[in-house]
């Protein structure tokens, strides 16, 4: 279960700065039309998809002192085009100052976790005793990796790192700058915590032995091509270090996700997940007065 709280904590940040870009204390249509109203309103899907949006509700009501969201459907619900999402009635200028803020937030989050949730279905359905994790990367708009992550749990998958502290990943500018892969690991390991594991990125079957002598806890074959990975696979279980865990990345896509779901791959990481998002189609209607 999601920290409602948390995340409303999240949602609350960024419908604040979408007020203030809009200058909503100026918004001389509501102020002129209806400046002192009780409206009530519906969110309703206009596409298929995975709904996130439930911390609305807190996030709403701490900003406008009122319970605006009256009913809301729980994060992770699928939806159809007609699904009514949500329900608000509240003073009519905090309606419709909020409606387009919340509309983007909910449409982006909720794209999020629909794409993610085809995606882990792929996987699943590849019929795989134990199948890799779907898990999005650091590829996030700033200010919003949190409610990125928000919208792939949702959908089924996992986060990557969510800070560069969350993890040690070696990449290839590292071990450039490094002057090599067992340096590279050197230096990680003599400055990380403990309990961090380390992961390093390869481009080659030649880097990927060079990472399994230096002893690291798990690889990322960067836009290794299916066959590819299987060569890599055969090539880590003949290997002392064969329990590393195997995480594959670049370029994948609905498309070839299938050609990556492999026996002894344990992640696939994929970073449209989160930086080529086709949001939610929602609308906003007020019923009545």
Do not use: C
Not at 14 to 22: F, H, V
């Amino acid at each position: 279960m999601q920290d409602y709280h948390e995340l409303s904590e999240f949602w609350k940040r960024s419908l604040e700065e979408g007020l203030r870009e809009d200058g909503w204390p100026w918004d001389w249509t509501a102020r002129g039309s209806v400046p002192h109203r009780v409206i009530r309103a519906r969110i309703v899907a206009k596409s298929s998809g995975i709904w996130v949006g439930q911390a609305l509700a807190s996030a709403v009501a701490r900003i406008s002192g009122a319970n605006l969201v009256t009913e809301i459907l729980p994060d992770g619900s699928p939806i159809g085009p007609g699904a009514i999402v949500a329900r608000w009635e509240g003073p009519a200028h905090w309606v419709l100052a909020l409606e387009r803020p919340a509309l983007n937030l909910a449409a982006f989050v909720s794209g999020i976790a629909t794409q993610t949730s085809e995606l882990v279905e792929i996987v699943r359905s590849a019929g795989l005793k134990n199948p890799p994790r779907v898990t999005s990367t650091r590829k996030t708009l700033p200010g919003y990796r949190d409610l990125s992550i928000a919208g792939v749990i949702a959908g089924g998958g996992h986060p990557h790192r969510v800070s560069l502290s969350g993890g040690v990943l070696i990449k290839e500018n590292h071990i450039a700058a490094a002057g090599g892969i067992g340096g590279a690991v050197r230096g990680a390991r003599a400055v990380a915590p403990h309990g961090l594991r380390v992961e390093i990125e390869v481009r080659n079957l030649v880097e990927l032995q060079q990472a399994l002598d230096a002893s690291v806890d798990a690889v990322l074959l960067d836009n290794f091509s299916p066959s590819l990975v299987g060569d890599a696979v055969r090539a880590i279980a003949l290997h002392a270090n064969s329990r590393v865990t195997v995480e594959v990345s670049g370029g994948i896509s609905q498309a070839n996700i299938s050609g990556y779901v492999q026996e002894g791959v344990h992640v696939i990481s994929v970073g449209s997940l989160t930086h080529t998002v086709k949001p939610l189609d929602l609308s906003l209607l007020v019923e009545g007065a």
